[in-house]
T-cell receptor, first 113, second 115 residues
Framework: DSGVTQTPKHLITATGQRVTLRCSPR?????VYWYQQSLDQGLQFLIQ???????AKGNILERFSAQQFPDLHSELNLSSLELGDSALYFC????????????FGPGTRLTVT | QQQVKQSPQSLIVQKGGISIINCAYE??????FPWYQQFPGKGPALLIA?????SEKKEGRFTISFNKSAKQFSLHIMDSQPGDSATYFC??????????????FGRGTQLTVWP
């Protein structure tokens, strides 16, 4: 158990809908990272937050957004969902801003029908 | 394009054998190379990691070999066990520039260890 928690574990929704994925980092970790894992793209970095502020952006679509709250938990919002958004979404956390090991949560499996 | 290239895509090894997974990169800004192990339905778990100033790191049955000049690194699993059956990802972390701290992952190797 990495200490990173994610909810929900599974999510099934229809195209065009909006969902919110939640992540709680390990105790003491200030950075939260979001990744998307799919069969065709592998593990892709989406976005990073550090202590409430956006730190880095990767391959994140404009339909997706995230935020980190004062208690350091983070939410990833996915809107106008398409079939291709079906994937595993992982949150990871680390102590510092950049140069520390990342620990992954168990993921949220999103299925868009 | 894929910043970290991993091979093979799948690997079948007999119990007690040695599993070897290889990764290659081009970006000299990478300064930290972790390996992650992922079981079905679980998130990737940090297994072992190495920095480029070291050529080898061993933790139990797991060894990373690193060749800085060739920009290659590999994971060796000695005395492979059925419980090692999982997907293994190599990764590389950017050490400078606008991508500082960002992890780039290989596509993964699905390891099956037969009893």
């Amino acid at each position: 158990d990495s200490g990173v928690t994610q909810t929900p574990k599974h999510l099934i929704t229809a195209t065009g809908q909006r969902v919110t994925l939640r992540c709680s980092p390990r105790s003491g970790d200030l950075s939260v990272y979001w990744y998307q894992q799919s069969l065709d793209q592998g593990l892709q970095f989406l976005i990073q937050y550090y202590n409430g502020e956006e730190r880095a952006k990767g391959n994140i679509l404009e339909r997706f957004s995230a935020q980190q709250f004062p208690d350091l938990h983070s939410e990833l919002n996915l809107s106008s969902l398409e079939l291709g958004d079906s994937a595993l979404y992982f949150c990871a956390s680390s102590v510092g801003r950049e140069l520390h090991e990342q620990y992954f949560g168990p993921g949220t499996r999103l299925t868009v029908t | 394009q894929q910043q970290v290239k991993q091979s093979p895509q799948s690997l079948i090894v007999q119990k007690g054998g040695i599993s070897i997974i290889n990764c290659a990169y081009e970006n000299t800004a990478f300064d930290y190379f972790p390996w992650y192990q992922q079981f079905p339905g679980k998130g990737p778990a940090l297994l072992i990691a190495i920095r480029p100033d070291v050529s080898e790191k061993k933790e139990g049955r797991f060894t990373i070999s690193f060749n800085k000049s060739a920009k290659q690194f590999s994971l060796h699993i000695m005395d492979s066990q059925p419980g090692d059956s999982a997907t293994y990802f190599c990764a590389a972390r950017s050490g400078r520039g606008s991508t500082l701290g960002r992890l780039y992952f290989g596509r993964g190797t699905q390891l099956t260890v037969w009893p």
